[in-house]
């Protein structure tokens, strides 16, 4: 390479360098915070809050009130957005939470605070005998009782909470997700038998017959059978012939008149 090559290359990495240099210099003036600079606006966002959601924008302000960390009006290099998160995430409703600063923007935004919450999702209503009600969400995490007035499926009887976590957790995500349990299954039954097992009845919406599960085991196949007998005997019979349907058997449906 001869010396105009090397020395136009030469001037050429210098002036990226320089380009650079700039750029880095400028984004973090771009950042930094003015001293003076106040909490205008506080933005909360929810996520995966369908239906009638167990917070608003009001229960997270009176979270933040109540830490003493609610940012209006603060000064916006006083307002810490990790300490915001881990007190909203202290509330057994919140899944999980963002905060960060809107500052110094080049649209214009200044003195914005932006809270994204993402709000844990019930699956299934407890009732255990003899206690207060409770929701349990797809992550098996327990959620006191509020006022959450969204249709769910209720367990009711003699349930722990280690088998409301694990089990009915589980078994209520399902029936969530699919439309014909959706809209059929209406309450969950739960009795332990001499062993210790869980023993489940399931009471649809439609008809005089409850549908025996036994254990949980399987339910996923046990229900595949069920629509079957639904689809092809129903028709025939009605859906008052039967008082009970026992699906605790493998490959049978056990009708009781």
């Not at 110094?104 to 003195?111: A, C, L, R, S, Y």
């Not at 919450?117 to 009782?145: C, H, M, Q």
């Not at 254990?215 to 996923?220: F, G």
Request: with cysteine; glycine share 6%.
């Amino acid at each position: 390479m001869n010396a105009k090559k090397i020395l136009k290359a030469s001037i050429l990495l210098l002036a990226f360098v320089a380009v650079s240099a700039f750029l880095v210099y400028a984004f973090a003036e771009l950042r930094k915070e003015n001293p003076k600079e106040r909490c205008e606006t506080v933005e909360i966002e929810f996520e995966n809050a369908a239906g009638q959601p167990f917070l608003n924008e009001q229960n997270i302000m009176d979270l933040l009130r109540q830490a003493n960390l609610y940012p209006k009006g603060r000064l916006m290099s006083d307002v810490d957005a990790s300490k915001i998160e881990e007190a909203l995430k202290d509330s057994r409703f919140v899944r999980d939470v963002t905060c960060y600063k809107v500052g110094n923007n080049p649209d214009g935004d200044k003195g914005r605070i932006r809270i994204v919450v993402s709000l844990r999702t019930p699956v299934i209503y407890v009732l255990p005998d003899g206690e207060d009600g409770y929701y349990v969400d797809a992550e098996g995490v327990v959620i006191p009782n509020s006022s959450y007035s969204r249709n769910l499926l209720t367990a009711t009887g003699q349930i722990s909470p280690s088998f409301a976590s694990r089990s009915l957790s589980a078994f209520g995500e399902y029936v969530g997700r699919d439309s014909l349990w959706n809209n059929l299954i209406e309450q969950v039954y739960v009795v332990r038998d001499s062993r210790g097992r869980y023993k489940v009845t399931l009471v649809p919406r439609i008809g005089n017959h409850t549908v025996y599960l036994g254990t949980l085991d399987k339910y996923e196949t046990k229900l595949r059978r069920l629509a079957i007998f639904y689809r092809e005997a129903i028709p025939k019979v009605g859906w008052v012939k039967y008082k009970q349907l026992n699906l605790e058997y493998d490959n049978q449906v056990v009708c009781t008149r």
